[in-house]
């Protein structure tokens, strides 16, 4: 079955602090990507990942295709990043660039 | 700079009624695609478009159908809503050969 997990589902940190969020899948993906939730629902990309490491600003995105693992690290967090960060994959053999999403995470970023 | 909006925002609907939610994009993007989000669950597919009048289902459609017409809408229809459907309702679009997808803002529907 191809599944998609997040770990943690909930964090909470204080701001400054160093954030990673981890996801793992089953089986091969042709892409994974992070996507981020405000509070008032809506859905942006942040990443497109199929190796390697991407940067933008205070986020990383890593994903190692070996061990079927992606991380999302923040660093220098901030109350605005408080957000619910989503993983989602693209699993090689699914048609129709379907994504198979991971639950969340909910991360809360105290002053 | 939406690109893709969803109407309406909010609708309260009761049980064994018709509803419709919409999916509108200025992009000329190829695929669309409708979601569903609820807690304890990843957004999950209801169905998709790969271009018009071309759909597929999802892992959760039933219940559901859809149709596109014309490039820039994809309607999703609740033939007769229950209560199960309460949910908030997503549409993404991508363009054929990219990887970014775009989401719409939602629709919270709730089934009483």
């Known amino acids: 079955k191809n599944e998609v997990e997040q770990s943690p589902q909930n964090l909470t940190a204080q701001e400054g602090e160093f954030i990673t969020i981890n996801c793992s899948y089953s089986?091969?993906?042709?892409?994974l990507h992070w996507l981020q939730q405000h509070p008032g629902g809506g859905i942006v990309s942040l990443f497109m990942?199929?190796?390697g490491k991407k940067k933008h600003g205070r986020l990383i995105a890593t994903i190692n295709i070996q061990e079927k693992h992606s991380s999302l690290h923040i660093t220098a967090s901030h109350p605005r990043d408080s957000a619910v960060y989503i993983c989602?994959?693209?699993?090689?053999?699914?048609?129709?660039?379907?994504?198979?999403f991971g639950e969340g995470t909910q991360l809360t970023v105290n002053p | 700079d939406a690109g893709i909006t969803q109407s309406p925002r909010h609708k309260v609907t009761e049980t064994g009624t018709p509803v419709t939610l919409r999916c509108h994009q200025t992009?000329?993007?190829?695929?669309m695609y409708w979601y569903r989000q609820d807690p304890g669950h990843g957004l999950r597919l209801i169905h998709y478009?790969?271009?018009?009048?071309?759909?597929d289902k999802g892992e959760v459609s039933d219940g559901y159908s859809v149709s596109r017409s014309k490039t820039e809408d994809f309607l999703l229809t609740l033939e007769s809503a229950t209560s199960s459907q309460t949910s908030v309702y997503f549409c993404?679009?991508?363009?054929?050969?990219?990887?970014?997808?775009?989401f719409g803002s939602g629709t919270r529907l709730t089934v009483v």
């Open positions: 993404a679009i991508r363009e054929q050969g990219a990887e970014g997808y775009t």
């Open positions: 089986v091969g993906i042709s892409a």
């Open positions: 990942l199929s190796s």
């Open positions: 989602a994959v693209r699993f090689i053999e699914t048609s129709g660039s379907r994504l198979t």
């Open positions: 992009e000329n993007h190829r695929y």
């Open positions: 478009s790969y271009g018009v009048k071309d759909t």
